[in-house]
T-cell receptor
Framework: KAGVTQTPRYLIKTRGQQVTLSCSPI?????VSWYQQTPGQGLQFLFE???????NKGNFPGRFSGRQFSNSRSEMNVSTLELGDSALYLC????????????FGPGTRLTVL | AQSVTQLDSQVPVFEEAPVELRCNYS??????LFWYVQYPNQGLQLLLK??????LVESINGFEAEFNKSQTSFHLRKPSVHISDTAEYFC?????????????FGIGTKLQVIP
């Protein structure tokens, strides 16, 4: 099986712009979770989608949003970018119910100038 | 609410020496515990997990972790580290609520193996 893929791998934006990141989960996985990773903060949970519905959300401002398509691919969007949004954004896919191991993608490195 | 504390942000250790990376958690319900490893420019990979049963769990590359419920700890150990173990290690705790899991990660510990 192919692993979790994320595109693009690297992205440079300027303050005020918006950005869309994409995540394709492992085939058959219906849950996709998004995390923000920054030095000193570890992984901060953004949100989780399961069967096209957001079922869990972390403590991030409304500028961060996401969606999931019928093929389980997910996108996250950040509007009005701030310098502090510079981070590695990771997505993880899993089967979705009860305990399921999360499989992580390589991440998208976002730099906001 | 669950939380995870990794007490050391960086751990330097000489090659072939033993190492322990500490992890403590708090939760009001039963949890599952994990250690993930992240190599440079890569995502996280599951190193080992405790779901139930034996409190000592092992990975294929010589790491082990012991679940200690009374001390709410899940420390990661290796008796002899190798250069290739240089990476960042994340402890995580998962609760099952409403039929699905919520995973919380620690801030990570950077293991630097010195030749």
């Amino acid at each position: 099986k192919a692993g979790v893929t994320q595109t693009p791998r690297y992205l440079i934006k300027t303050r005020g712009q918006q950005v869309t990141l994409s995540c394709s989960p492992i085939s058959g996985h219906r849950s996709v979770s998004w995390y923000q990773q920054t030095p000193g903060q570890g992984l901060q949970f953004l949100f989780e989608y399961f069967s096209e519905t957001q079922r869990n959300k972390g403590n991030f401002p409304g500028r961060f949003s996401g969606r999931q398509f019928s093929n389980s691919r997910s996108e996250m969007n950040v509007s009005t970018l701030e310098l502090g949004d510079s981070a590695l954004y990771l997505c993880a896919s899993s089967g979705g119910t009860g305990y399921n191991e999360q499989f992580f993608g390589p991440g998208t490195r976002l730099t906001v100038l | 609410a669950q939380s995870v504390t990794q007490l050391d942000s960086q751990v330097p250790v000489f090659e072939e020496a033993p190492v322990e990376l500490r992890c403590n958690y708090s939760s009001s319900v039963s949890v599952y515990l994990f250690w993930y490893v992240q190599y440079p420019n890569q995502g996280l990979q599951l190193l080992l997990k405790y779901l139930s049963g034996s409190t000592l769990v092992e990975s294929i590359n010589g790491f082990e972790a012991e679940f200690n419920k009374s001390q709410t700890s899940f420390h990661l150990r290796k008796p002899s580290v190798h250069i290739s173990d240089t990476a960042e290690y994340f402890c995580a705790v998962s609760e099952i609520s409403g039929g699905y899991q919520k995973v919380t990660f620690g801030i990570g510990t950077k293991l630097q193996v010195i030749p």
